[in-house]
């Protein structure tokens, strides 16, 4: 059966960049989850000392059959960074293997065995992998040129979320996960990302006495802000920074941090939803926003914005909107005194506003959730792929949004439909899964890019219980999904 269970979850992905990543047959231990499985160590391997166990452990030195691993439940200590120094090989597997360090299978070129040791750093439920020796630091495979083990040190972090995990400065340099900084000056270096982000891109700031410096969190890669004054630099939030004759707009992990331009740094100022202005310009994004009024410009919710005069959708101007009485209403619907409007068909034809749901009252309109909404007449849904459409069948008095579907008294409606064959009174979502049941059925959702709910030919309900996030099974099968999406009956399409 070819049904898919749609697009890879951002926590999925992030799981993906941030856990092992295999680089042409050797692995790289980005930031290693610390709950992982042991990983095999090759034999004659030596287990190389840490922070609690130098004095303790003997390290051998002759060549033995024996894979001589620490025990489990070893004591983690503290270090002067406030992170933890780890001596769990499951984490970051340093070892000794016939007079070379390696890291899991992967030998250190230039690393010490006498002197070597595991420095590998904690972050909640990550482990950064870095060891040193008498005269060197090591961040991951990799002996820093020109490091001095003696200056090893961690830097507190200051940021949010995946940005406490990236910037360190690590013997004689300063990095951000496993890249250097290139020329950055570790006694000066200072962590800028903010502590509380109320949009957060991922996008990380530090600074020197010299540069200053963005990286993203799904890759790491450090850029130079061009022409940026760290005396004077401030981050405005996760997009935006500015200094006292510049502002900049960062995006991603592609985007270097070059001036916006015609932007006055010293009147510049963020706003939501990717806006902001200075005292002469409106700026959407890092373009100046034609026409569009900084006196009585704000920014409202989903990405809209308005001044005195037009309503705005990034830097599209909507006509026929007024800006006086316009109520942005959730991610689907707008309203103004005079009509309800869909979101996502927001432009103008021939001068002819194409979002106006005809018919719809805007002074009972409200938003449902899931594209829905409804008017003392008429339920509606719309979505991005979908003109607006009146909902046929729909029961005004009694429809509801319920989590990932919507029902009223007679029907279960899905996509803006109703879902044939869906008993109203049984019906569920199992679990926090994407499988559905009533007394007679299961579903799942279907083809990617259409989210539509199919039914499980043969699936009982009776006995159907989950067995992971989105694995099940009943009394005659087990159901799961392969890495395209698509479902899989007893391991077949």
């Not at 100046?288 to 990405?303: C, K, M, R």
């Not at 259409?450 to 989950?466: E, H, K, R, Y």
Request: aromatic share 10%; proline share 5%.
């Amino acid at each position: 059966m070819k049904m898919s269970r749609g697009f890879i979850g951002v926590g999925v992905l992030i799981a993906i960049l941030l856990g092992l990543i295999v680089v042409g047959g050797g692995a790289y231990y980005m930031l290693s989850r610390s709950t992982g499985p042991t990983p095999v160590i090759p034999t004659n391997t030596q287990t190389l000392p840490t922070a609690e166990n130098t004095q303790a452990q003997q390290v051998q030195t002759t060549p033995s059959t024996h894979v001589q691993t620490p025990p489990s439940t070893q004591p983690v200590s503290t270090n002067t960074a406030g992170g933890q120094v780890s001596s769990d090989t499951a984490d970051c597997p340093y070892h000794v293997q016939n007079g070379q360090v390696y890291l899991g299978v992967t030998p250190i070129a230039g690393a010490d065995p006498a002197t070597f040791t595991n420095e590998s750093v904690k972050r909640g439920d990550w482990t950064e992998c870095i060891g040193k020796d008498n005269s060197h630091v090591v961040v991951q495979f990799k002996v820093i040129s020109g490091s001095n083990a003696s200056q090893f040190s961690v830097l507190p972090p200051n940021g949010t979320g995946m940005c406490k995990e990236l910037f360190r400065i690590r013997g004689a340099g300063v990095f951000i996960g496993v890249w250097q900084l290139s020329g950055a000056d570790p006694n000066s270096f200072i962590d800028m990302t903010p502590t509380a982000e109320p949009s957060n891109n991922g996008t990380c700031y530090g600074k020197d006495a010299t540069h200053v410096y963005s990286s993203t969190s799904l890759t790491g890669q450090p850029s130079i802000i061009v022409g940026a004054d760290p005396n004077a630099f401030a981050v405005l939030n996760s997009n935006y920074t500015h200094d006292a004759s510049h502002a900049w707009w960062i995006a991603g992990e592609y985007d270097k941090g070059n001036p916006i331009s015609g932007a006055d740094g010293s009147t510049f100022a963020a706003l939501s939803s990717g806006y902001a202005k200075d005292a002469s310009h409106v700026f959407s994004q890092n373009a100046i926003l034609a026409g569009a009024d900084p006196a009585t410009f704000v920014s409202l919710s989903d990405g809209f914005a308005k001044d005195a005069t037009h309503v705005y959708d990034g830097s599209t101007v909507l006509t026929g909107i007024d800006p006086a009485t316009v109520v942005v209403l959730d991610s689907s619907w707008l309203k103004d005194k005079n009509h309800v409007y869909a979101t996502p068909f927001l432009s103008s034809v021939a001068g002819e506003n194409r979002a106006i749901v005809q018919g719809a009252d805007p002074s009972t309109f409200v938003a449902l959730g899931l594209g829905y909404g409804k008017d003392s007449n008429n339920v509606y849904w719309s979505s991005y792929y979908h003109n607006s459409a009146i909902v046929q069948g729909a029961d005004v008095k009694t429809f509801e949004v319920a989590s990932t579907y919507a029902k009223d008294a007679n029907h279960i409606y899905d996509i803006g439909t109703v879902l044939t064959n869906a008993d109203v009174t049984s019906f569920h979502r199992v679990g926090n899964s994407i499988f559905y049941a009533d007394k007679s059925h299961i579903w799942t959702t279907g083809e990617i890019g259409t989210g539509a709910m199919s039914i499980i030919q043969g699936a009982d309900p009776n006995t159907f219980v989950l067995t992971g996030t989105d694995t099940a099974k009943d009394a005659n099968h087990t159901y799961s999904f392969d890495a395209k999406g698509y479902l899989l009956v007893d391991g077949s399409r």
